[in-house]
């Protein structure tokens, strides 16, 4: 069996945890945040929305499953570090090519076990979230207290333009295309597109800086607002795109899609306490009363206070009741606090999607 080196998880309230290295050695930092799912380790890894990132999953018992090379949203891993309490020793699946182990080896992934977690949690969830630093080489806590002055917060950092790809990518899986849609990508998944490639679309993923004329000029028929990282606000470029295509084309948001409309629709954003993250978020639909049992990871929400009377909650999260999904029928607007396309999660709110295509089509036939 393999010997684990001494590892630390230091907190920016002083509070420090000792566990066991997990993956490889080395100093990591970033916001922590918790992850209530069971399962989705690997898609939540490579979810570009957990850049800047440490997570801890509440879950016990970790890797069960191992890792293989389809159950990924993206081509790397952009968590930060990963914290989990117990790693399992077998992978069992016949899916899997390598162990939880070896997939945080593979991506450079330093990580830490062997701590409380729970304890952990329910420090967050108290005191609210906080940077942190994972680091199996530093065990001085005046060190480790130094080095945490020099991380920045989340709130006001942009980190779209860190995770977006640099050059527009066209996507497309038919030669019948019935629909094409301009994605703004500030950190998108790999399953938000290939859900609308079932469509028959043609899909063409732009930098999250692009100018709304460069959308326009593609002639889309509807516009998506991907999800991201990052503080919403400090990503006026995007807002300013976005308030120059309202009411040009139809529009849909998720996660950071949906709070950079909200944004351009004038409303305002702030901080979570903790934020959501996990797979088994309650979110009830106002308009037809059912709930949904949604995947989450969202550090920041909209103020429904601060929405414009045009504008309408479509969807709130039963947790806390902050602002889910929202709609702006005169624009041909919409958007949801929350991911649709799962990855991991249940495929309650699937339909969202088939709401994008609908809108498009009425959309056409206004022509």
Known sequence: MQKHKKAILYLEDGLFFTGKSLGSLGETS??????????????ILTDPSYAKQMIAMCSPHIGNYGSNDSDIESS???????????????????????SLKEFLKAHNVVGIQDIDTRALT????????????ISTRDFDIKSLSKKMKKIPSMEGLDLAKEVSRKRKTILSTTNKVKYKIAVIDYGIKSNIYNIMLEYDAEISIFPASVSSKQILDY??????????????????????????????KPIFGIC?????????????TFKMKFGHRGINQPVKNLKNGKIEITSQNHGFAVDEESLPSSVVVTHTHLNDNTVAGIECKSLQAYSVQYHPESSPGPHDSRYIFKQFFQMMDKNAKKK
Request: with cysteine; hydrophobic share 40%; net charge neutral.
């Open 30 to 43: 970033g916001e922590v945040c918790f992850n209530t799912g069971m399962t989705g380790y690997q898609e």
């Open 76 to 98: 790397k891993v952009y968590a930060t570090g990963f914290i989990i309490k117990s790693e399992s020793l077998v992978a069992s699946n016949w899916r899997s090519t390598a």
């Open 122 to 133: 329910v420090h967050i969830r108290d005191k609210g979230a906080m940077n942190g630093i």
């Open 219 to 248: 002639n889309p028929d509807g516009i998506f607002l991907s999800n991201g990282p990052g503080d919403p606000a400090a990503i006026d470029y995007g807002i300013n795109t976005v308030q120059q295509l309202l009411g040009k």
């Open 256 to 268: 950071l899609g949906h709070q950079i409309l909200a944004l351009a629709l004038n409303a305002r």
